[in-house]
C-alpha cells in the first residue's frame, strides 16, 4: 500500500492504481511466527499443500473465527501469453469464465456467491489469471463443484463471445480512454520500459486485436492453459479439513490435462542499450506529467526487498523523498508516486509526478532526476530505513486481516516463485535490508544509462494524440495453441449433474459493544475482536460540509485536511514522519453530515497512534503555509477531476437535486470557492464544530474496553471547546425540486457518463431498510437488475449501479454507468425504466432472496477487518442508531417483504421525479436524446458554473 497518510484533499482523484506485491523463492516455510521490528507478530499462513494425481496443487488453511471461506483458482497464464495479434485475450477469456458450463446455465457463478452473501471476482495480470469468490462457509461444496466444472467444461457460444467482447471494449474505454491518465498508464509506459518482453504489451489488449478474435481461438485458449496441470485450489475459512479433502478429490480428480504442452514462454528481457526519452500526447490531459523508469529485476531476484525499501523511501507517504520535494517544498507537483512492479519474469520501477498547475513536465523530469541521484550518490539515513521496513511490516498484518487476503498473498507467493514459503519470509527479508543495500541497488539500477524518460502533454493542432503500438509481436502465436475439440455444450435440465446443497449456516458473529463518557461528554464506544493485533479508531464530529458558510464550499474539507498539516508542536513533515514510523495510518475526511479522523496501527504502537491522533483534533495550527499548499492541491485535483465525465455527473446531479442548498454544493469546493477560504474560516470551523460533545470516538480491534477507556481519558479527556456549539443546520437538503434533464457536452470525451437522480430519504427513515433492499436488487452487484440489462445482456457498460445515498436529512439516490457516447440515450432509456419498475411492480420473493443474502454477507465480510467493524459502529452513532442495531441488522434485512419494497420506491423514489445527468460528447447522442427528452439542458463543459444551481 502507498500514501499512509491520506488527509491530501486532491488524493482520491489523482493516485493511481499499484500493482499488488508478489513473492519470492520456494524455501521451507518457517515454523514459527515472524517476529516485526516493532514487536508486532505476524504470523504464517499456516496453509497446507497437496498435490492430486492430475498435477492441481492445493493449498488449504481452516480458520474458525469467520463464518466465511474463500475458494481461488490461480492459473499460471496471464497476458504475456497472449498470442501475436491478439492482446488482451487473457483478459477476454477471464471475462467468459464467468458464463456457462455444461452443467451450470449463464451467469450461476453470481447465483452462487452473490445470491447466498458472498461475492466473486477475477483479475488478470502479467503471469496470471486468478478467480475468487468468498461465500458463507455452508456453500464450499456447491463453488467446488462449480470451479471444477469450468476447468473442465466451459461453454462458449457466439453470442457471448461478442456480448463479453463488447464489454471488454467498454472497459477499455472508461479505463484508457476516459481516464486522462489511462493512456499514459495503461498503454505508453509498458511500451516505453520493455524492449523485447511480452510485458510491453497492455494487459486489457486493444480495440483491434480484440476484434480480431475469433471463438475458435477463446476455445483453443482455453484448452491450452485452463488445465488442472497449470492451476493453483487455494481454500481458506470455516471448514472440515478432511470434507474438504474429500470434495476435492471428487471434483477436481476426475479432470484430465490435454496432451498437448503448454507453450514456451519466457522471454530474457535484455539490458538497455541506453537512455531513451520519449513525448507522448492525449486528449483530456489536465495536468503534464513527468515518468521516469528503469526496468529492474523479477520477484525472485535477492535484490527485489532492498528495491522495495528504496521505493518505500522514495515516494511511500508525505515524508517520502519525492512528496517532501516536489509537493511539499518546491510545490511543483500536485501528486507524485512510485511504482515497483516485479514480476515473474521481469520487473520495472517508476516514479512519475503530475505537475501542479503552471509547471511543465520538463521540471518534473529534472526533480524526479535529482531525488533519484541523491539515493545513488549518498546512503540514505536509519530512520528512513526503518520508516520504510515498518510501513511494509504494517502492511504484511494489514493484508492477512482476512481470509480472503491470506489465500491472495500465497497465490502471488506461488505464481511469482512455484512456492509458498516467500509469503512468510517476506518480512524478515524487509528486515534485513540495510543502508547499504539500498544505496547498492539504486547504484546498480538507477542509472541514467538504464532510465527512459516519458512527458506526458494534452494534445493540440499541432501535436496530434499519440498511438500506442499494435501488432507488437509475442513468443506464443495462435498456432501454437491446443485444438479446441468438440464444443461443449449446457446439458438440457434433466441430464445435469446435480448442484450440490448448502450445509447448515454458519452465522456471523457480532461483538458487544461497550460505551461511556468522558467527563468532557466524549461518547466512547468499544467493538472487541480475536484477531490479528490490529486496533482501529475513528472520532466522528457532527459537522460535515452542509455546514460549510454558503459562499465558501469546502471549508470543512480543508478543515479535515489540514488536521495533519501541523499542530502547535509539530510540523507537517514531523507528523508525517512520526506516522510512518508508527506503521499507522491517521487520516481525516469531510461527509455531508459528519467529519472523521480516523487511525489504524499495529497493537503495540497503538497508544501513540492514538495520542498523535489526539494532538491532530485539539492542537491543529492551521499554518497560512499550510492553507495555501492544500489549496492549490484541491484546485489540481478539481482539474482532474473536471476533466473525466463520471465526476463531472456526480457533483451535478447534486446541484440538479439540491439546488443552492447545502446537500448541493460541492463537498471539495470549486475552482471559485477555494481560493477565497482563509485560515480564519478553517479556525473558526474547527472551534465551533470539533468540540467532545459534539463527537463520538469508536475503538475496534485487539483492546479491552478497560483499556480503552484508559487511552481514550489519556488522549481525549483534557479536550475542551469554549462556548456554546452552534444550532445544526436545518433542512440541509432544502425544498424539493423540479426534475430536469441536463447534459453537459464534453466534446472528445472517451465514454458518456449518464446518471438517473432522485431525491431520496434519509438514514432514519421507516423505510430505510425496504428501500436498501430493493436498491440492491437494482443495482447492487454484478447479478442486479441494471447490470444486467446494460452490461450483461447487451454489452454497453462495463459496469452499472445504484446508490441509496442516503444523509442525516434527505438522501441522493442515483442509478448509473458509463457508456461509449453513441449509446447514452439509450442507456439513459433502460435505466429510468429499470428504476421505474421497483415500484409499478412488485418483486417475487425469488428477486429479494438472494439480495437480502448479499446484504448480509456484505456485512459479514466487515465484521472481519477491524475498519469494517469499526465503520459499522461509528454509522450508527452517527445517527443516533441504537447499538443493538449492530446484532438486529441480519433480522431486520430477512423482514422485509415484497410488498414493503414496492410500496417504498413507489412513495419515496418515482419515476416522474427523476432527472437525468448525462457528460459526454453530445455531438453523438443528443439527437436521439431531444427525441424522447425535448426540454433538455445543454450545458458546454467551459460553461459549467458548480457555484450555481442552475449549474450555468
Known amino acids: 500500500m502507498k500514501f499512509r497518510l491520506t488527509a491530501t484533499v486532491a488524493a482520491s482523484a489523482l493516485l493511481l492504481g499499484l500493482a499488488p506485491a508478489a513473492f519470492a523463492d520456494n524455501a521451507p516455510a518457517p515454523a514459527a511466527a515472524i517476529q516485526a521490528q516493532q514487536g508486532v507478530v505476524v504470523p504464517p499462513l499456516g496453509f497446507t499443500r497437496r498435490v492430486l494425481p492430475n498435477g492441481l496443487e492445493v493449498y488449504s488453511a481452516r480458520d474458525t473465527n469467520t463464518s466465511n471461506v474463500t475458494v481461488q483458482v490461480w492459473y499460471k497464464v496471464g497476458s504475456k501469453d497472449d498470442p501475436a495479434g491478439r492482446s488482451g485475450f487473457a483478459h477476454l477469456f477471464e471475462h467468459l469464465m464467468f458464463k456457462a458450463t455444461k452443467n451450470l446455465p449463464s451467469e450461476s457463478f453470481d447465483r452462487l456467491t452473490e445470491d447466498v452473501g458472498g461475492g466473486n471476482n477475477a483479475f488478470t495480470a502479467d503471469d496470471v489469471t486468478a478467480y475468487h469468490e468468498t461465500i458463507p462457509a455452508n456453500h464450499l461444496q456447491r463453488l467446488l463443484f462449480a470451479e471444477a466444472d469450468r476447468m473442465g467444461s466451459l461453454v462458449v457460444d457466439e453470442p457471448t463471445f461478442i456480448s463479453e467482447r463488447d464489454v471488454v471494449k467498454e472497459e477499455y474505454r472508461q479505463r484508457i480512454l476516459a481516464s486522462p491518465y489511462g493512456r499514459l498508464f495503461g498503454l505508453f509506459l509498458p511500451e516505453t520500459i520493455y524492449k523485447d518482453s511480452p510485458y510491453r504489451r497492455p494487459g486489457i489488449g486493444s480495440i483491434e486485436e480484440l476484434e480480431a478474435s475469433s471463438l475458435d481461438d477463446v476455445r483453443r485458449f482455453h484448452a491450452t492453459y485452463y488445465r488442472p496441470d497449470n492451476a493453483y485450489l487455494i481454500v481458506a475459512g470455516n471448514f472440515d479439513q478432511a470434507q474438504l479433502d474429500r470434495w476435492v478429490d471428487q471434483y477436481f480428480t476426475p479432470l484430465k490435462n490435454p496432451t498437448t504442452p503448454i507453450p514456451a514462454n519466457n522471454v530474457v528481457e535484455p539490458e538497455p542499450t541506453g537512455p531513451k526519452t520519449v513525448t507522448y500526447y492525449a486528449p483530456n490531459v489536465p495536468l503534464p506529467t513527468a515518468v521516469i523508469a528503469w526496468p529492474a529485476v523479477k520477484y525472485a531476484d535477492a535484490d527485489r526487498p532492498a528495491l522495495e525499501v528504496l521505493d518505500g523511501i522514495l515516494s511511500t507517504g508525505e515524508s517520502s523523498r519525492l512528496y517532501r520535494s516536489l509537493v511539499y517544498d518546491k510545490q511543483i507537483a500536485t501528486s507524485i508516486g512510485s511504482n515497483p512492479d516485479f514480476a515473474q519474469q521481469a520487473g520495472n520501477l517508476a516514479a512519475y509526478s503530475i505537475m501542479a498547475d503552471g509547471h511543465t513536465a520538463e521540471e518534473g523530469v529534472a526533480a524526479l532526476n535529482e531525488e533519484i541521484a541523491k539515493l545513488r550518490d549518498q546512503p540514505v539515513t536509519a530512520a528512513e530505513l526503518s520508516e520504510a521496513q515498518n510501513e511494509l511490516v504494517a502492511d504484511a498484518l494489514r493484508s492477512r486481516e482476512t481470509v480472503e487476503g491470506r489465500a491472495q ?273 478553517v479556525a473558526a470551523f474547527h472551534a465551533a464544530r470539533y468540540r467532545p460533545a459534539n463527537a463520538t470516538l469508536v475503538f475496534s480491534g485487539d483492546i479491552t474496553p478497560a483499556a480503552a477507556r484508559e487511552l481514550a481519558q489519556q488522549a481525549f479527556g483534557d479536550w475542551t471547546a469554549p462556548g456554546a456549539a452552534p444550532a445544526a443546520v436545518a433542512n440541509p437538503a432544502g425544498a424539493a425540486l423540479p426534475p430536469r434533464v441536463v447534459v453537459i457536452n464534453q466534446p472528445g470525451a472517451g465514454q458518456a457518463a449518464v446518471f438517473a437522480a432522485i431525491r431520496g430519504v434519509s438514514r432514519t427513515d421507516a423505510d430505510y431498510f425496504p428501500l436498501t433492499v430493493g436498491n440492491t436488487l437494482l443495482g447492487g452487484g454484478f447479478s442486479s437488475r441494471l447490470n444486467q440489462e446494460i452490461r450483461i445482456k447487451r454489452g454497453l457498460s462495463y459496469g452499472a449501479g445504484s446508490s441509496l445515498g442516503v444523509r442525516a436529512d434527505s438522501g441522493l439516490f442515483t442509478a448509473g454507468t458509463q457508456t461509449k457516447n453513441e449509446t447514452a440515450s439509450e442507456v439513459a432509456d433502460l435505466i429510468l425504466e429499470e428504476v421505474g419498475k421497483l415500484g409499478a411492480t412488485r418483486a417475487t420473493e425469488a428477486d429479494l432472496a438472494p439480495r437480502r443474502a448479499t446484504l448480509i454477507g456484505g456485512f459479514g465480510d466487515s465484521l472481519e477487518t477491524v475498519d469494517g467493524l469499526g465503520s459499522l459502529v461509528a454509522g450508527l452513532a452517527q445517527y443516533d442508531l441504537p447499538m443493538t442495531e449492530l446484532a438486529a441488522y441480519a433480522g431486520r434485512v430477512r423482514a422485509v417483504t415484497p410488498e414493503q419494497v414496492q410500496a417504498a420506491f413507489a412513495n419515496h423514489l418515482p419515476i416522474n421525479r427523476a432527472s437525468l445527468v448525462i457528460v459526454g460528447d453530445g455531438s453523438l447522442f443528443l439527437d436521439a436524446l431531444r427525441a424522447k427528452h425535448p426540454n433538455v439542458e445543454v450545458i458546454n463543459i467551459d460553461d459549467l458554473n458548480l457555484n450555481s444551481a442552475t449549474l450555468k
Open 409 to 681: 498473498t500465497l497465490g502471488f507467493s506461488l505464481i511469482n516463485t512455484g512456492g509458498a514459503a516467500a509469503a512468510d519470509q517476506e518480512v524478515a527479508r524487509i528486515q534485513a535490508v540495510t543502508i547499504a543495500d539500498v544505496q547498492r541497488v539504486a547504484r546498480k539500477y538507477l542509472t541514467p544509462q538504464r532510465q527512459s524518460t516519458i512527458l506526458y502533454l494534452a494534445s493540440d493542432a499541432a501535436n496530434p494524440p499519440s498511438v500506442a503500438r499494435t501488432n507488437v509481436d509475442a513468443p506464443v502465436k495462435v498456432a501454437d495453441l491446443a485444438p479446441a475439440g468438440a464444443p461443449v455444450t449446457l446439458l438440457p435440465e434433466g441430464q445435469r449433474a446435480a448442484l450440490p446443497q448448502p450445509g447448515a449456516e454458519v452465522a456471523p458473529a457480532t461483538p458487544a459493544v461497550s460505551e461511556f463518557r468522558l467527563a468532557n461528554g466524549l461518547r466512547v464506544l468499544v467493538a472487541p475482536t480475536n484477531g490479528l493485533p490490529l486496533i482501529s479508531a475513528r472520532l466522528n464530529i457532527n459537522a460535515g460540509t452542509a455546514t460549510d458558510p454558503s459562499d465558501k464550499a469546502g471549508v470543512a474539507t480543508l478543515t479535515s485536511a489540514l488536521l495533519t498539516q501541523g499542530t502547535k508542536t509539530k510540523s507537517a513533515p514531523e507528523i508525517a514522519t512520526q506516522i510512518e514510523q508508527l506503521g499507522a495510518v491517521i487520516g481525516a475526511s469531510a461527509g455531508s453530515d459528519f467529519s472523521s479522523v480516523y487511525a489504524n496501527a499495529p497493537a503495540n504502537a497503538f497508544g501513540q497512534t492514538v495520542a498523535l491522533m489526539a494532538d491532530l483534533v485539539k492542537n491543529p495550527a492551521f499554518d497560512g503555509e499550510e492553507l495555501e499548499r492544500q489549496q492549490a492541491q484541491t484546485l489540481d485535483g478539481l482539474r482532474v477531476s473536471l476533466s473525466q465525465p463520471g465526476p463531472v455527473a456526480r457533483l451535478a446531479a447534486a446541484r440538479v437535486i439540491y439546488g443552492a442548498a447545502p446537500y448541493g454544493a460541492p463537498g471539495s469546493g470549486t475552482v471559485e470557492s477555494v481560493p477565497t477560504i482563509t485560515t480564519a474560516d
